[in-house]
């Protein structure tokens, strides 16, 4: 099964940069940990993952009078 991807995960929005690499590193560990060593060692498994800076844009609400 070596080469295989799963599909990117869907996660939550981080205050900071260190929160989000944080949970990226203990989600892998998990993730790798909960597997059987021997399929981590015949697939060489690797867990890739990301964080993205994005700007949330948030609407003014007004009162109304």
Known sequence: MNGVCFPPMKEQIYDTF??????GY???YDFINKLPKERVESNRTLIKFWCESK????????KEA
Do not use: Y
Request: proline fraction near 0%.
């Open 26 to 28: 203990s989600k892998a």
């Open 55 to 62: 700007k949330i844009e948030t609407k003014k609400i007004e």
């Open 18 to 23: 260190r929160e989000c690499s944080l949970s």
